[in-house]
């Protein structure tokens, strides 16, 4: 159960104990550059800035709520994790987390390749020219139709989910006359120490295929019969928003036994193995994420050890970052509506956007930072809680913080490290329309999705 659960259900009698928040920061002024993007500081003004532009500029352009990316951080986190694992790895970005053809274009020239799980997320990826070999193919439950496409345009890797999918890939190839490239994914028994809904590699839930009783072993020896496959190797995902390692040494651990069983089995040593994504970024001041030179090199010591120990040769190893590129470079940009002190509890900061543009707070319990950015303040701080315009009382975008006193109606705020899931996942409840993604750089500001409009949600609305 998780902490805010309540016998009448969750945001039931949802009061925070004394002690239970963090206390206020020393300066409500300052800017946690490990929460912010990089470029992201406050002038003499008072006014926070990112790329150079003035968040009241930005807001009288492009209004609110909207999301602002630093494109020069997504780039330098390209760069970073594609220097990190160097030339024998590969780094997919793991596109749920926030796909738009200006980030394929990006990911592209900085040489990370793209993970997709979608129809939707491939036709982007194409759109955008991202080269088709240098896609992997995820899903549980693909159609035909996204596979027969996925082939046929050529994709680098199709990652292989059920029995059913096995057999549904290999027809669809052999049909096309192609040989397609797949990793089988396992279910390794670990389960991260995470939200219980974003955590994926225990055998009850619905990715992969486990390796407790040899249904694993059983993929592999299919999956090798079949004309229309080149296996190359396995996946594995133990989780999401993951700072410790230990979670990856005994999935390692795991997977590299089974490629020895493999190998004795088969007389085939797999190429590849992919150890999925996972890692954690600093929503808050207390989160402690890894860099990521030191994630490569744990990452490659726990596989190098394990495969020497199975007398096996080393594979070539993938990750999938998403999370941890997109998730830090941008912040939403609200406008305060009300202020609603509750006597002896907080108080609540209604903003004009909600859980239509972050859904996270209310479906995993996340939290988030804030902050007052268009202007100073020397008030004292009040434990808030900033919640949305939506008909429900779950409706909360940070469930408790601590914002200026003399915060008032027509104040900016913001909340960082919302590039990762906040749009992907942003929805139309209450027929809300879903804000723009402006990417910031060197003093200019584009649109590369623009907001929605009620034009856009009447189209839909055929009568």
């Not at 800017?31 to 009241?56: C, F, S």
Request: include cysteine; charge should be negative; glycine fraction near 10%.
């Amino acid at each position: 159960m998780s902490r805010s659960a309540h016998p009448a259900g969750p945001r039931h009698a949802d009061v925070v104990p004394e002690g239970h928040y963090t206390a206020p920061a020393a300066d409500l002024n300052s800017l946690d550059p490990k929460v912010w993007a990089q470029t992201v500081t406050r002038n003499t003004d008072g006014v926070v800035t990112v790329g150079g532009i003035e968040v009241t500029r930005l807001a009288e352009e492009f209004g609110t709520p909207a999301y602002f990316l630093d494109e020069a951080d997504f780039r330098a986190r390209c760069h970073a994790w594609r220097g990190a694992f160097g030339s024998d790895a590969d780094v997919f970005y793991a596109g749920k987390a926030f796909l738009s053809r200006a980030v394929v274009r990006w990911l592209h020239e900085e040489g990370l390749n793209l993970d997709v799980c979608s129809g939707g997320e491939l036709a982007t990826a194409l759109a955008a020219g991202m080269p088709a070999d240098r896609i992997a193919f995820h899903g549980n439950n693909k159609t035909e139709e996204e596979i027969e496409r996925a082939i046929a345009a050529g994709v680098g890797r199709i990652v292989l989910d059920s029995f059913q999918e096995i057999v549904r890939v290999a027809h669809i190839a052999e049909r096309l006359g192609i040989r397609q490239r797949v990793q089988i994914r396992v279910t390794v028994g670990v389960e991260a120490h995470t939200h219980e809904f974003i955590a994926t590699a225990h055998e009850d839930q619905k990715f992969g295929i486990a390796l407790a009783g040899g249904q694993a072993a059983e993929a592999v020896r299919r999956a090798l019969r079949l004309d229309g496959l080149e296996l190359i190797g396995v996946h594995s995902h133990i989780g999401s928003q993951i700072f410790d390692m230990a979670g990856f040494e005994v999935s390692a651990r795991r997977v590299v036994q089974l490629l020895a069983e493999i190998r004795d089995e088969h007389g085939v040593e797999l190429p590849e193995i992919d150890l999925g994504g996972g890692l954690g970024i600093a929503y808050t001041s207390e989160d402690d994420p890894r860099e990521p030179h030191e994630i490569a090199k744990a990452l490659g010591e726990i596989v190098t050890r394990e495969c020497e120990a199975a007398n096996l040769r080393t594979p070539r190893i993938s990750v999938e970052p998403g999370r941890a590129i997109v998730g830090p470079t941008a912040f939403t940009l609200y406008e305060v509506g009300t202020v609603k002190p509750l006597e002896g509890l907080r108080t609540y900061v209604s903003v004009d956007g909600g859980m239509s543009d972050n859904i996270r707070t209310a479906l995993y319990d996340a939290e988030y930072s804030v902050a007052l950015v268009s202007r100073e303040s020397d008030a004292e701080p009040m434990l808030v809680r900033v919640v949305g315009k939506h008909c429900e009382s779950g409706d909360i975008v940070v469930k408790d913080a601590f914002l200026p006193a003399d915060l008032a109606p027509g104040d900016l705020i913001a909340v960082p490290a919302t590039g990762a899931y906040c749009r992907s996942m942003a929805s139309n409840y209450n027929h809300a329309l879903r804000p723009p993604v402006v990417a910031v750089r060197d003093g200019g500001a584009r649109v590369i999705v623009r907001r929605e409009t009620e034009e856009d949600l009447l189209r839909l609305d055929v009568g």
